[in-house]
Each structure stands twice: as C-alpha cells, then as structure tokens.
C-alpha cells in the first residue's frame, strides 16, 4: 500500500479516537506476534535468536512510526479542514479532543502493553518450570520420619498377611504328631522324648541300646563309635557324602573328624553305621510315608526310632520309642 492510499484511509475515518482504537488493535496484534517469534527464538540456535529479536525490535519500531504519522496526518488534515470552512469547536468537542491520545501518550501506551505482555509470557514459562514455586511454603518434611512410618508400615502388613497364610496353611505340626502317635498305637509304641540339642539320634539309639539290648553307651561315645565304623568302610558310605550345593563329594576323614567333635546332626549314614555295628534292623516311623527299616536281616532285638520333620523349632529331629 503506497503513503498517498495510506492517508487517503486514514482520512476516511471520522474522529481520531477510532484511529487510535484502530492503532490499539494493531499494537496488541504486534505484541501476539512479537512473543510468537521469541518464543522461536528460545528453541534455536544462538545466531538465529540474535536476528529474531532484531526482527522484533524493528517491528515494534516501524508500528510506532506508523501510528505517529497517521495521528499526524489526521490532525493536519483536520485543522486545514477547520480553517476552510470556519467551522468553530465547541466545548464538549474540545473536552473530547483533551481524552484523545497524543503521539507521545500512544508510543507510551504500546511500550506499556509489550512490557505486561512480555512480563506475563515470562512468569508463564517459569511457572511451568517450577509449578510449586509461587505456593506457600508449609512446614519442612522430615523425609527420614516419613521413611521409617512407611516401613514400619509394610513390615505391619507383612506380617499381617504372614498370618493370614500361616492360618490358610494346615497344620503341618498336628497333621505329624497325630498321625505318628496312630503309628505308634497301631505297633503298641509310646513316644519317649529327646532333647532337640542336635544330638537327638545319638541319644535315641542310647536310649533303645538301653532299653533292648542292655548296653548302656551314651551318645558322645555313640558318636565316636560311629565315625571309626564310617571311616573303616569308605566304599559304602561316601555316597553319603555328596555335597549338593557344591555337587562335589565331601572328605570322609573331614566329617568323621566333625562328627567326633561337633553337633553336626545325624542321619541315614549313621542309622546304617550302628545297624551293621550292633547287628540289628532299625525301623524308622514317620509321618505320610511307609516306616523304613534298616539292616532287616540283623540279627539283635530291632531298635525303634520316630522321625520329625515339622514338629520341632530347630527342624529334624528323632525320638526314641518304647513298648507300651
């Protein structure tokens, strides 16, 4: 559009305040402008931000000029107007003239609405950058307390739902002491307790000797006896001595030496090392499954033991039985 049509509609427009309207429109348009660009700005590279303010800077500088100049071809072109034709201003023309703006009120007015403009894109960006920022600061969190509430929390439900399983869980414990005092009803046996102290099969098979064979050993020399008897006769006892977690097989002398000098439990090995030393079967009962006896052709009065697997703390145990 050329400056002659430019002051041509400028002049088609009544009174200056709907040119001043018409430049607020304009300024605020610009300012949408302006803070679309710079927000581009702020995504690229550092020359290519350096000429998009520049861009603006000269946008916002070639709009004031405009406006300037139009308000002043406006009141030119009015004052001429006024001279022509003697027209003469009244007093509620003059009070409207004094509200209009000014060139200088304009240029204020459009650095004022950049300024708020600008102001409100910028906490906008920080407030998505730090959304709690502006809100009021309650009292400090004690981040270690809050830690130890949550823990004591779930160890509380874990333990709750340890209980609700253990009571869906059978009985394991009764399920075993009835069904082996059934056993022992059946065979006319009653159940002599052993002190679960990790001796317990030593100390059975010295009640049984006792109690059926006369022989009165206790179970530390029932120990010794038993590792001398292994340690004779290696072929038959390393299978015994495979080390699943290891898969290897474990020194022969290394456990006769635990055996003679350590709690170190006793088991089938051993149950078999005093059926061949005393000549005798020795039948162990237990809970769901058929009584295992071994050495069956012995030939010395049979020893009876009952073995536990869930009726005591510290896990298998054995029980010497004598007739009722």
Known sequence: MSEETNQNSILLEKTEKEIVNRHRKESRDL??????LKKQ???????KKKQILKDCEN???????????????FRQHNNDKTEDHGEKVEDGEKEESDDEFSP?????QLELEAKEATE???KKTANKANPHQDQPKGPKRNRQKERLAKRALRTEEMIEEA???AAAQPDLKK????????????????????????????????????TRHNADINFRDLRKQASDFIRSDPDSFSPFLFDEETLSMKDINVYCDELVNTAIWGGDMEILAFSKLYNCPITVIMSGRSALTINENGSN?????????????LGEHYNSLRDL
């Open 41 to 47: 700005a702020t995504k690229g590279e550092k020359k």
């Open 120 to 122: 409100e894109s910028t």
């Open 104 to 108: 200088e009120k304009l240029l204020a």
């Open 31 to 36: 300012i949408a402008t302006v803070t679309s």
């Open 301 to 313: 009065p049979e020893l009876m033991l009952a073995y536990y697997k869930h009726s005591y703390g």
């Open 175 to 210: 399920i075993e002491a009835e069904n082996i005092q059934a056993l022992c009803q059946i065979r006319k046996l009653q159940q002599h307790d052993i002190a679960p102290d990790g001796h317990c099969l030593f100390a059975s098979v010295s009640d049984q000797l006792n």
């Open 163 to 165: 209980k609700n399983e």
């Open 59 to 73: 946008l916002e500088q070639e709009l004031k000029q405009k406006h300037v100049q139009e308000l002043r071809t």
